[in-house]
């Protein structure tokens, strides 16, 4: 099923699509797609910021010393995405050193965000949204960014391209003819970014979404955007164009 051209239909109507879309992502996540001793929550209030969906891990576990069943290895299997990034020696000389926390109870080690109208209205929301996802990633939480909004005058390189640049490294340009991003983060030194752009129309990739710094798992965004496309009521359907 194609991307939707969501800019045709007021915020409140992708809002609702939202959050029946990270509801589908959580019940595949704990449904047996998560290695055992991880769980997804959504809109779950973490210290300064609020994921869509957090994967929790487990306090009993320790970290493993391979890959768990489920999960892939990037040196294995590395994940399938069109581009993959670094931050550049100057930015991590600026950023200094990532810092990996294990806090008490149960340990933060992912979360997925999906860009909301909200979120590029205003230049102070689009540094609130961005400096969450540095707070999470300068702690060891690794980050699936959904972008199914083409970069505009308060973010001019997307968010992927807000978020680099936060991280202290020059962003490239966003694809004219693809300008909608998915891009997944690993909270290594340096960070690590997995890039996928597309156009309104093209099918959703699978996108990694790491647990370590050396596995991953993938989450499939076509698969429960069409389930929830399903559920979209046909006012908006009609508008947003029926397939």
């Known amino acids: 099923m194609p991307v939707h051209d969501w800019t045709r239909v007021d915020a409140d109507v992708f809002h609702d699509s939202h959050n029946v879309w990270i509801a589908e992502i959580r019940n595949v996540l704990n449904a047996g797609l998560l290695p055992a001793g991880y769980y997804a929550m ?3 209030h973490v210290g300064s910021y609020i994921a869509d969906v957090l994967t929790l891990h487990s306090p009993s576990r320790k970290s493993p010393g391979r890959v768990p069943s ?3 290895a990037v040196a294995d299997a590395p994940p399938r995405v069109r581009r993959a ?8 000389s600026r950023r200094k050193t990532l810092t990996v926390r294990h806090v008490s109870g149960h340990r933060i080690v992912a979360l997925l965000e999906v860009v909301s109208p909200a979120n590029k209205d205003r230049r102070q929301h689009v540094a609130e949204f961005v400096d969450k996802l540095v707070d999470a990633v300068s702690h060891g939480i690794h980050v699936l ?3 199914l909004f083409p970069p505009g005058a308060r973010d001019p390189q997307g968010m992927h391209g807000a978020l680099w640049k936060s991280l202290g490294d020059t962003p490239e340009r966003v694809p004219k003819n693809e300008p909608l991003t998915l891009s997944s983060y690993v909270a290594d030194e340096p960070v690590k970014a997995y890039l996928e752009h597309l156009a309104v129309g093209d099918a959703l990739p699978d996108m990694p979404l790491f647990l370590d710094v050396d596995y991953y798992i993938n989450i499939p965004l076509e698969t429960t955007y069409q389930r929830t496309w399903r559920g979209t009521p046909q006012p908006w359907r ?3 164009g029926e397939d």
Do not use: F
Not at 85 to 92: G, N, P, Q, T, V
């Open 70 to 72: 489920g999960g892939l």
């Open 145 to 147: 960014l959904v972008d």
């Open 42 to 44: 959504s809109e779950q």
């Open 238 to 240: 009609t508008m947003l």
């Open 85 to 92: 990034l670094a931050l550049s020696s100057s930015a991590r």
